[in-house]
């Protein structure tokens, strides 16, 4: 985990170096490792080392940090299963925001032959989240919950304008879906998408697809990454843009209540 954490602070240092404001993460950023490592690894939020590390990256960098997910040991009664959890720390290293995974991944017969069951090993959350940034009034969600399009219409009758998406997207389902996803969230809500994505190999027989992604309110792909490396995109969050595209195709505003089927 120190190792990683020690390329995030470079990764953050040199995105506000070029100007940003706030930084995302992907899911599972501090380390994404086979089920017993990642138990092994998963203290308590106020134990956790990436928990201390993410705080002092955002108040030397002056920015703030969205740390995509981590996975923290958060016991509740007769269930010992780690939570998936976002943090969201202000330019003075300050906890602003928490949210834990509501939609776990549970699937199988994948394409590479994989099956997964994320709610083996976590607890899923129950309680969307909305908060002011720098960016904008920003909701929050990690991977999977993006399969959930009445989430993000939540979010938006909320009140945000940005949708906070970080992932670690299979390869054989990011080819299928993840642009086509991303692009459906925007358009859907007129938000921006931001979604920071694990790329490349992590362990044997695992990999994920990378292809961070920047999507317009008009679902406009205007940043992407690869699918291999590590990097850092960005792009500045026109708030007038988001005025634009609900402006041009009301479809919050026209939604109609109905009976049936």
């Known amino acids: 985990m120190a190792a990683g954490l020690d390329r995030i602070a470079g990764f953050v240092a040199d995105a506000a170096g070029r100007g940003a404001r706030l930084v995302m993460l992907p899911e599972m950023s501090a380390m994404l490792a086979p089920g017993p490592e990642q138990r092994a690894a998963a203290l308590a939020e106020a134990e956790h080392p990436a928990v201390a590390a993410f705080a002092r990256m955002a108040r030397e960098a002056g920015i703030w940090l969205h740390c995509g ?66 960016a904008g009034r920003m909701g929050l969600s990690i991977c999977y919950d993006l399969r959930f399009p009445h989430l993000y219409q939540a979010l938006a009758d909320a009140g945000a304008s940005v949708l906070a998406i970080p992932a670690a997207f299979t390869v054989p389902t990011g080819r299928a879906h993840w642009h086509a996803l991303m692009r459906a969230r925007a358009i859907e809500t ?39 490396s590590e990097g850092v995109i960005l792009a500045d969050l026109d708030t007038d843009a988001v005025t634009a595209a609900r402006s041009k195709v009301p479809s919050l505003a026209n939604r109609r209540s109905f009976t049936g089927p």
């Not at 720390?89 to 834990?100: E, K, L, S, W």
């Not at 699937?107 to 997964?116: E, R």
């Not at 490349?200 to 920047?214: A, D, K, M, Q, W």
Request: charged share 25%; with cysteine; aromatic share 8%.
């Open 69 to 134: 997910s981590i996975a923290v040991g958060a016991p509740a009664a007769g269930d010992d299963r780690l939570a998936n959890r976002t943090l969201v720390f202000d330019q003075n290293g300050v906890i602003v925001a928490r949210y834990d995974k509501i939609h776990l991944f549970d699937v199988g017969d994948l394409a590479d032959g994989q099956s997964y069951r994320e709610s083996d090993r976590y607890r899923p959350g129950d309680q969307a989240r909305v908060i002011d940034t720098p």
């Open 190 to 228: 007129g938000c921006w998408v931001m979604a920071p994505a694990q790329a490349g190999e992590h362990y044997p027989g695992r990999r994920t697809y990378g292809h961070s992604l920047i999507v317009s309110p008009w679902g406009e792909v205007v940043a992407e990454a690869d699918g291999e």
